[in-house]
């Protein structure tokens, strides 16, 4: 497919990214201690089919061969989170040294390969044993965090330079805290904001030990979730309910992260029960960062719903769109908008798009390959609105696309398939999918241009 709209300055990576819990199975070897995660799929009808991560794609034991297959692709970067109950099975004290050594071997084996790993700390299987201590409802927690990621930098930074607290920090509090249909399964919005409150203190706690015990030249930040919000129609009242779900879901983090407060409507929106906050904790959560992680998959239509509790809305599905397998509509300018939002209201040193992908029925074809040629189009059409991005001079670094490897969807399970990579979960069996094939060549016709 021709590249020549896909051309990016030289020092643009692109990369792939992936989660602990998705990915690596080894749920219960070698000492690493129990996830919420874990707990949370043993639980009945919380999981789809009754899914676990207990094996997922077996990244635990089969990193070295899916590292060969990165290379082959041509991968400038990899992104992947560390399971904080691997290193410490109890979240705080004992490390377990066989948990460090899958880490270190696993960076070493990307480095080995020119591949830059690209880390995120949390990415929501925190450890049980903090869970049983209040998990982010307990400020420890927070404390308990930031003490785990000075001994990660310590361990990996020597060859890990880029370093993310949170991925998606809404979702543990609203999927994980207000919804339920997260770990840890709970239902209470007050808990929901105070969990953010939490979140975003120990994401600046994390920064801060990290920045004492790093190496020089490292990069810290965190990933968000962005969408642009849309009123479903011209009310008032639509209107309104998209810059609520709007002003929670990237404000609430984005506000007190880069401005030092958080906005003004949300603390009135939600009253008393929007959590304590002090001078000194918003001094710590606004720690200037170096950079910024974007997932974007999509727009978000909002329409006013009073019987939503907690945010008073809820998502618009016109028919006139195309969807993915998760019922998101496919718009590939929400990429550039929500770049050149950012890139107007707040100041950040660069940003990167960290996830966007899209899950589409894919089955292995009689000639033993994946025909996924929706997932080609997809990511055409979304990292040509990247390409948009950085031609109008916003400072975007680096495009990784979620995901690598077919994996575990939280609660949907192994039902959806995200991957570049067909994984045939059964046998283990990996199969480039003609994406990846696609995306293999996009990224050599860049290298091509260094
Ligand atoms: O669902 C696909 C991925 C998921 O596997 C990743 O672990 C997670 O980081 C992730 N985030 C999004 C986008 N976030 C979102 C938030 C609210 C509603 C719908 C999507 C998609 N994904």
Same mark, same amino acid.
């Given at each position: 497919m021709e590249f020549k709209s896909l051309k990016f300055p030289k020092e643009f990576i692109f990369g792939a990214s992936t989660a602990a819990y998705q990915i690596e199975g080894g749920a219960y070897e070698d000492g690493k201690g129990l996830s919420i995660w874990d707990t949370f799929c043993k639980q009945p009808g919380r999981i789809l089919n009754g899914d676990t991560g207990d094996e997922a794609c077996d990244f635990y034991h089969r990193y070295k061969d899916d590292i060969k297959i990165m290379k082959e692709m041509g991968l400038d970067s990899f992104r992947f989170s560390i399971s904080w109950p691997r290193v410490f099975p109890e979240g705080t004290g004992k490390v377990n040294q066989k948990g460090l050594d899958f880490y270190n071997s696993l960076v070493d084996e990307l480095r080995a390969a020119s591949i830059e790993p690209y880390l995120t700390l949390n990415h929501w299987d925190m450890p049980q044993s903090l869970q049983d201590q209040g998990g982010w409802l307990n400020k420890d927690t927070a404390k308990h965090f930031a003490d785990y990621s000075r001994f990660m930098c310590e361990n990996l930074s020597d060859r890990v330079k880029f370093w993310t607290t949170?991925?998606?920090?809404?979702?543990?509090? /609203? $999927? +994980?805290?207000?919804? &339920? #249909?997260?770990?840890?399964?709970?239902?209470?919005?007050?808990?929901?904001?105070?969990?953010?409150?939490?979140?975003?203190?120990?994401?600046?706690?994390?920064?801060?030990?990290?920045?004492?015990?790093? /190496? $020089? +030249?490292?990069?810290? &930040? #965190?990933?968000?979730?962005?969408?642009?919000?849309?009123?479903?129609?011209?009310?008032?009242?639509?209107?309104?309910?998209?810059?609520?779900?709007?002003?929670?879901?990237s404000r609430c983090f984005l506000d007190p992260i880069f401005k030092g407060s958080y906005p003004e409507d949300m603390v009135e929106y939600f009253g008393d029960k929007f959590p304590e906050v002090t001078e000194q904790e918003l001094s710590v959560i606004s720690e200037p960062i170096d950079m910024l992680g974007i997932n974007c998959y999509f727009r978000r239509i909002i329409e006013n719903d009073p019987k939503n509790a907690f945010i008073g809305g809820r998502e618009f599905k016109p028919r006139d769109a195309a969807y993915t397998q998760m019922d998101w509509p496919i718009y590939p300018e929400c990429l550039f908008e929500v770049l050149s939002m950012l890139d107007k209201d707040y100041d950040i040193p660069e940003l990167y798009i960290i996830e966007n992908g899209a899950a589409f029925h894919d089955e292995v074809s009689p000639d033993g390959k994946v025909h996924d040629a929706r997932r080609t189009r997809y990511l055409h059409a979304h990292i040509e609105q990247a390409k948009r991005a950085v031609e109008q001079g916003i400072n975007l670094k680096g495009y990784f696309v979620w995901s690598f490897l077919d994996n575990f969807e939280w609660a949907l399970g192994y039902s959806r398939r995200f991957g570049i990579v067909y994984v045939d979960y059964p046998t283990q069996k990996r199969i480039v999918k003609d994406s990846g094939k696609w995306y293999s060549e996009l990224l050599r016709y860049n290298q091509s241009l260094r």
């Open positions: 949170h991925n998606e920090p809404h979702c543990v509090a /609203s $999927a +994980g805290h207000v919804a &339920g #249909i997260f770990a840890p399964g709970h239902k209470d919005i007050k808990e929901g904001l105070q969990v953010t409150h939490n979140l975003n203190l120990a994401h600046g706690l994390a920064v801060q030990a990290m920045r004492q015990s790093g /190496s $020089a +030249g490292n990069k810290y &930040g #965190i990933v968000l979730a962005v969408f642009p919000y849309y009123p479903a129609t011209a009310s008032i009242h639509d209107h309104r309910a998209a810059q609520r779900w709007d002003g929670y879901f």
